[in-house]
């Protein structure tokens, strides 16, 4: 039994797991986290499918039992959703004496529909359909027209994990569009007490980004501006995310919301992402640690997950230092350095990213496939 994963649990924060195998699924491996280390949840993507459909024979059973016309689209939402219903039976109980809190998987609808609100609202519904449990989540990335599908799929009851959040102005948007989902959906006669949503805000991956510019512009700055150039550093992702749990305090706060939860709606939490440390020279639960507290979810690679529980602290941290944090990012403006640049570059080549993880998925499937038999048709 994990004390330390523990200790989050009781402060405030739930652990979810962002990695998902058919193998887990039937060893024991998942039930034994949700037992011992107090495990809330699951995140899958395309990336994290790809991993697993490449590296296992777990599948091969399956897809070469496959009849009749599919895709190979078609086949991987076959078995994606197989394995997310699966897991979202292992997590019933998490749901149930949570009371809806907790014990949520996530299964994301496919990058190229991001920038298309009509048909993300339509994938979202299928996957739903298909997977048919109320501890599901659909994850919607958090663009422009994934927030005018959040709004539509909260107001027809659906859970949604709303993803690739990099910035505040975004995580605005899409807590805006989960209110008025809750809106629309009272307004209908329609119950609000089930729903669940989380926004997704990407961390470890801006320190990335701007370490990157600092070291470019300390490079060719004076001798003397150097050291306090490179100082910045490794802050502005905790930053970043600590600014956006302000926002979520604000904003789930007052008379709109008092009106809502009176109606029993929940908050939208916080989910905190991409919270390995990317950088060797940074401590390994950095993106753990600093984001401590109540209303929180921080989703974990396994190797994160396995750092914090062998040597992870907790203490209430992530709504602290909110003016050093607005200062760090005048700092970073007066060095060259504007996060709405980086924030914007970051939400371009995570939806790319995820694209090309899906496209290179689909052609190992195809190959799979091939090698087991299985004839596919072409979309």
Not at 205 to 226: F, M, Q
Not at 279 to 305: K, Q, S, W
Not at 350 to 365: H, N, Y
Request: proline share 3%; glycine share 6%; net charge negative.
């Amino acid at each position: 039994m994990s004390i330390r994963l523990r200790e989050l649990h009781a402060a405030g924060q739930s652990v979810w797991l962002d990695y998902i195998d058919r193998a887990m699924l039937r060893n024991g491996a998942l039930e034994r986290l949700i037992r011992d280390d107090a495990l809330m949840g699951m995140t899958s993507n395309p990336t994290i499918f790809e991993k697993a459909l490449a590296e296992g024979k777990e599948y091969d059973e399956q897809i070469g039992a496959v009849t009749g016309d599919l895709t190979p689209w078609q086949l991987f939402e076959l078995v994606e959703t197989d394995d997310v219903r699966a897991a979202c039976d292992l997590f019933a109980g998490v749901y149930r004496e949570s009371k809806g809190v907790d014990g949520f998987v996530s299964i994301e609808v496919s990058p190229g529909v991001a920038n298309d609100a009509a048909a993300t609202v339509e994938e979202a519904h299928r996957l739903w359909k298909t997977v048919d449990r109320p501890n599901v989540m659909v994850k919607v990335p958090g663009t422009t027209e994934g927030a005018k599908a959040v709004r539509r799929l909260i107001a027809d009851g659906i859970n949604v994990n709303v993803t690739l959040l990099f910035s505040t102005d975004a995580h605005s948007r899409v807590i805006e569009a989960y209110l008025e989902g809750l809106e629309d959906r009272l307004a209908a006669g329609h119950p609000i007490d089930a729903i669940a949503s989380v926004a997704s805000f990407f961390v470890s991956r801006v320190d990335t980004e701007i370490d990157k510019r600092l070291d470019a512009i300390a490079a060719s700055a004076p001798e003397a501006l150097r050291d306090g150039i490179l100082a910045l550093r490794g802050r502005a992702a905790v930053a970043n995310a600590r600014l956006a749990y302000r926002l979520f305090a604000q904003k789930f706060a007052g008379d709109r919301w008092e009106r809502l939860r009176a109606n029993g709606a929940r908050v939208q939490r916080p989910l905190w992402a991409s919270t390995s440390s990317k950088n060797p020279a940074y401590r390994d639960v950095l993106y753990v640690e600093t984001l401590i507290g109540p209303d929180t979810v921080n989703t974990m690679p396994p190797a994160t997950m396995q750092a914090f529980r062998d040597h992870g602290v907790t203490a209430r941290t992530v709504d602290t230092e909110w003016t050093a944090a607005e200062q760090l990012f005048h700092d970073l403006e007066q060095s060259g350095v504007h996060l709405r640049e980086v924030t914007d570059k970051l939400l371009v080549e995570g939806l790319a990213s995820f694209q090309k993880s899906f496209d290179t998925l689909i052609q190992g499937l195809e190959r799979k496939a091939a090698a087991l038999g299985t004839s596919l048709v072409k979309a």
